[in-house]
């Protein structure tokens, strides 16, 4: 097979293969980050530049095909697991490489659970570092030991978290990952984070069950033989890390085969720590019937759509003829932290992801599959009266990093987890506006209550939402179900560990 050729822009000839710690050091010093004062007005006093684009490892030709995650079902309402997180050596091309695993995988087993199960997860840190769990997505609490993001599990302990499932629960595709602030980025990046399916009746649906369904977890590790890949620079974490390898279930460009007929169901998650994937299908549209929160009510096509870092999608793909068609990320610039145009750079925060995913193969002729007009008749919210209104602010200031950089913040502060941000009474819906100051993209998550987009509530629920450079972003919340405290913050990991994030605490009164 021919047609995913090495990318030719974004190899760099000069690098050995694998890469060791030291020539990725090297390379990293190569991209002549600068840090100039230009005046002292706020964000516009620096920009940083790159030598060259961004380069990352292409995959090899001949095919690999498409695995999927180990799967672990609950049985009689009960999904009880251990977790061990740990550093690894995994198979990679000829040989090994580093990484950070639950329980040995390149991704962590795939926990199906249906709405009223109890889920036991025994998270043992293996680590050298302190760690703890979260369940992104999921309604279920947030205190205790639930989803506690307060928790945090010293090296060599175990601790059993345990979730109750509300029947309220929609079924969706969620995930696990590390939420210990200060090294939520590394950790993501190394490659701890595993797929929550949610299933309900919806499931059993004939067109559903027929179909191909299909995991992908999207990700873009460092490669490299130790742990010295997970120790980045003050820019690259200020610009957002970006891996080495784009990887789909750990495999570099791997290969699906279907034929005409079939209907392909992708669940897709972006769990890389920063990297923004803008998907398109060639020759083919994506008929969008998932999101963050569960099914749309409708399938909706779209020629592309962007997958921001914790967001999830699913797409029904109908091939019409035989062919083999890529998976790509398009071009997609999430800004920089910088001065835009000026001096021709683009500021770009990690580069532009310009490359193929993953490739479809399709054989036979025939008629086409097709998608029914109707997903799940209950995913409309109805109306949504707000009766608060909130602004939060995604901004940028000086002096972090011990004054050699920038700090991240929400409404002026710097994450302080003993502070109480925002106060809720339970109950209530709200109206949240966010607004992004700075000059590039912050996808903007808030914990265990989903919500919807206020400009288009049938769009489906989220728990995750891009927030453009210098622009804001609606949502409308319902407070139900479910009281505590807990977080909200950028998806870009790296900016979540310097600060981006705030308190929430939902109470009756
Ligand atoms: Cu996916 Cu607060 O996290
Ligand atoms: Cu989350
Ligand atoms: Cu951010």
New binding site residues.
Partial sequence: MSSHSPEPRAFDNSQTFPPSPTTRQGRGLSRRAALIGLGASGLGIWFWTRSSGESLIPALSGSRSMTQPSVLSSEDGILELTLRAEASQIPWRDGTRFALTYNGGTTGPTLQIRPGDKLIIHLENELEEKTNL?T??LHVSPEGNADN?FVSIPPGETFTYEYDIPLSQRSGMF?Y?P?DHGT?AKQVAGGLAGVILVRDSLDDLPWLAQSTERVLVLSDPPIGSDSRILDVGGMDAMAGRQGDAVLVNGVQAPTMTTEVGKLERWRMVNASSSRYYRLALTEHQLHLIGTDGGRLSEPRPVSDLLLAP?ERIEFGITPEKAGEYELRALPYDRGGMGMGGMMGNRGDAGGSTDLTIAILSVTGTGPAASLPNQIDPEANPGLLEPTAKRVLTLGMGMGGMMGGGMSFTIDGNAFDGARTDSRVRFETVEEWEIVNTTPMDHPF?L?VWPFVLANDVNAGWKD?INVPANRSVKILVPFIGLMGRT???C?ILDH?DLGM?GTIEVRES
Avoid: F, L, R, S
């Fill in positions: 979260h992104h997505g993001v995930w990952h939420h939520v914790g998550h914990h995750t977080v909200y913050h998806h979540e994030m």
